[in-house]
């Protein structure tokens, strides 16, 4: 037999004739107490039960969040309803519970890291990583070429309390300001400054410039180092960079090369000009006093010789027969007045001999 139309109260919100009960309060209820019932062996607990386990339950989380722990690296800011109260050193201690007192952790003493372009695996920290390595390492040199730029930046939480509550995300704020100071600092150099000779200037310089920054922001964070990784050009002319840089070391050690070779030979023959010269001032003294040594002892022998010219004659004689005797080997002596010695010399005995 169809059901029966009663009018629009009993109609559905799609007009269909399904008949809408109300719902019955009392049987949902009676429905819910059978069911709590089975799960006591006992009866279903009265409200007194219902309340004190309540109240037991309030008392263990009070106890369970009314202590906490600071680690050695860190320390904990204290919030009572949302307001800044204290910083706690490390240790255990004592708060609020139920949410009255918040305490965070914010380790003061960690070194902490961002890296710009690459990422390592493990990383815990959300700003640690990029979220987008492409763009943040396509940079702009200041003669116009492009270079992708890797870099990191390490550093501390100084001031907890800036860090928590003077801005409002610190990491990613500090990976914006170390992303706009990196471009400002490689805008100004060419691109072999920035790939080659100028790496240190430029992470001196970037540490300077973020440092600043962070403490104008009233960041709360203290720079430690900003260190360059890999620098390379973009890929479709990175082969012909690499040329270009293999040509440039080339001539550079072929530059070495020549000045090392330049600082062995150039010393040397300067030490060879040397001994030479004073070889040759050497001779040349030698020569110089043997010279006036001679003229000085001519000079005494003929003032010798003007005294008594008879007395130095003898001498000079005597002296040059004791040099000149002691060669000959045989030695004949005749009178003066002797007019010829052919009849005393045995010639052949003498045929054989040299005089």
Same mark, same amino acid.
């Given at each position: ?10 109609? %559905?919100?799609?007009?269909?004739? /399904? ?23 006992? %009866? ?14 309030? !008392? ?7 202590? @906490? ?8 800011? =204290? ?42 695996? %493990?990383?815990?920290?959300? @700003? ?8 943040? &390492?396509?940079? !702009? ?27 409002? +995300? ?10 706009? !100071? ?13 790939? &080659? ?5 430029? +992470? ?9 920054? *962070?403490?104008? @922001?009233?960041? %709360? ?5 900003? /260190? ?11 082969? *012909? ?13 072929? =530059? ?75 030695? =004949? ?23």
């Amino acid at each position: 037999m169809p059901p029966q139309d009663n009018g629009p109260e009993d109609r %559905g919100p799609w007009k269909n004739q /399904q008949k809408r009960a109300p719902p019955e309060v009392d049987e949902i209820l009676r429905q819910g107490r059978e069911r709590l019932g089975g799960m006591f062996p006992g %009866g279903p607990p009265s409200m007194r039960h219902l309340i004190a386990a309540g109240a037991l339950a309030v !008392v263990a989380f009070g106890a369970w969040s009314s202590y @906490y722990t600071v680690p050695s690296d860190s320390v904990a800011v =204290i919030q009572r309803f949302g307001k800044f109260t204290a910083k706690v050193p490390p240790g255990l201690h004592f708060k609020l519970p139920l949410g009255i007192d918040l305490a965070t952790i914010v380790p003061v003493k960690r070194q902490l890291k961002q890296e710009f372009g690459f990422t390592t695996p %493990g990383a815990s920290d959300l @700003y640690q990583s990029p979220t987008d390595g492409r763009r943040e &390492t396509e940079m !702009v040199t200041g003669d116009l070429n492009a270079a992708l730029v890797e870099w990191v930046v390490q550093f501390r939480i100084s001031d907890p309390v800036k860090f928590l509550f003077e801005v409002r +995300e610190p990491g990613a704020t500090l990976r914006y300001v170390s992303e706009s !100071v990196m471009r400002e600092v490689v805008g100004d150099r060419t691109v072999d400054e920035v790939i &080659t000779i100028g790496r240190q200037e430029i +992470e001196s310089e970037a540490l300077l410039k973020m440092q600043a920054l *962070s403490t104008k @922001y009233a960041m %709360g964070i203290s720079i430690d180092q900003v /260190q360059l990784k890999n620098i390379n050009p973009p890929e479709p002319v990175q082969a *012909s960079f690499n040329e270009v840089n293999q040509a440039q070391q080339e001539k550079e050690r072929l =530059i070495n090369e020549a000045r090392r070779e330049y600082n062995k030979i150039i010393p040397l023959a300067e030490g060879e000009k040397d001994q030479r010269i004073r070889e040759a001032d050497g001779y040349r003294l030698k020569r110089v006093n043997e010279a006036e040594g001679d003229a000085a002892r001519f000079t005494a022998l003929l003032a010798e010789y003007e005294k008594a010219p008879n007395v130095t004659r003898r001498r000079i004689y005597i002296e040059t027969m004791q040099a000149v005797l002691p060669g000959i080997r045989s030695k =004949i002596i005749v009178d003066g007045a002797t007019g010829s010695i052919l009849p005393l010399l045995n010639l052949d005995q003498q045929q054989g001999d040299k005089p």
